[in-house]
């Protein structure tokens, strides 16, 4: 009978030596290689808080290929992806890693400090972020960094940061944004698939990349200047194509070149895409406030 007991014993014991190997760690490093960064995470689950602290750059969690099919985390809180309510960066971390918080699906509230810097690619996509105070020092926010984002209505960009990227906020939920002088440029598809109603670009933004505001159905005016290029700005010849006669677009400067630029975009050409559309109606800067439109400056045959 003895003999019994210390097998089952030694069983046991050895059960629970494995559990305990198999358990995911609830810290760990999160240090980018070669940097000398001390970055450390930490998972507390009575809270459900994830807490990055240290100094330096974070890590990077997700191929740099834009295009690639497989989002999964590789993040070493991996484990706890789908637990994660709240986020919190210590001042001291400089950097937010490619994909390091991507599809923490449960994540609502996040606390940025002043130190970072440069804020990763799709490093917050498929977050459930409602409100994100950005810190002032920023000079990176990469693409897609807050694209999937369905509870974010509305944003303010620092001073520092000089381009919304590439698909930055894709299929968010924002409705409205103020878009600073500071910013230089908006890339491809940025704006696509929001709730914005409305947008003025300011005269210090030099160009507005292909598809910025693609299927933003509820976009009724959007305010540009002539010194500024743009691309093929409201839609493809892929499909989800915008109602343009329901857009006013309201040019600061020459109303005749602004109408070029469209017209150079495509805007004007007898098309499968555009030929239930009417016109985009354009006005000058100083009719605005009347409301008066021209309704010739750039007609679909």
């Known amino acids: 009978m003895k003999k019994w007991v210390f097998v089952l014993s030694v069983v046991l014991f050895t059960s629970f030596d494995v559990l305990a190997d198999d358990a995911p760690e609830t810290s760990g490093s999160c240090a980018k290689a070669n940097t000398g960064s001390t970055c450390t995470w930490s998972f507390d689950a009575s809270s459900n808080t994830l807490t990055i602290s240290g100094q330096g750059q974070m890590g990077n969690y997700v191929p740099e290929n834009l295009a690639t099919a497989d989002m999964s985390s590789t993040a070493p809180w991996k484990a706890y992806i789908n637990q994660i309510e709240n986020i919190k ?37 498929y977050t459930s972020i409602s409100n994100i105070s950005l810190p002032t020092n920023l000079q990176v926010l990469d693409a897609l960094a ?26 968010s939920g924002l409705k409205e944004i103020t878009i600073p002088s500071n910013i230089l440029s908006i890339g491809d598809y940025a704006f696509r698939k929001t709730d914005i109603t409305s947008i003025e670009i300011p005269p210090t933004v030099q160009s507005v ?14 305010t540009i200047s002539d010194g500024t290029s743009i691309g093929k700005i409201f839609d493809s010849d892929l499909g989800g194509h915008l ?38 109606y354009t006005v000058d800067e100083a009719q605005k ?10 007609t679909y045959r």
């Open 146 to 171: 807050l694209a999937d984002t369905s509870n974010l209505e509305t944003i303010t960009l620092p001073s520092n940061l000089t381009s919304i990227s590439n698909w930055l906020f894709a299929t």
């Open 89 to 125: 960066i210590d001042e001291g971390i400089t950097s937010i890693g490619l994909g390091a918080f991507t599809k923490a699906v449960n994540a609502t509230n996040i606390v940025i400090p002043e130190s970072v810097t440069s804020i990763g690619r799709r490093a917050l996509q």
């Open 209 to 222: 990349g292909d598809y910025a505001f693609r299927e933003c159905d509820k976009l009724t005016s959007i």
């Open 243 to 280: 109602d343009l006669s329901r857009i006013t677009v309201y040019c600061k400067g020459d109303n005749k070149i602004c109408d070029a630029k469209l017209k150079a975009a495509g805007y004007d050409m007898k098309s499968r895409v555009f030929r239930n559309n009417r016109r985009i």
């Open 289 to 298: 406030e009347a409301g008066e439109k021209n309704r010739v400056s750039i």
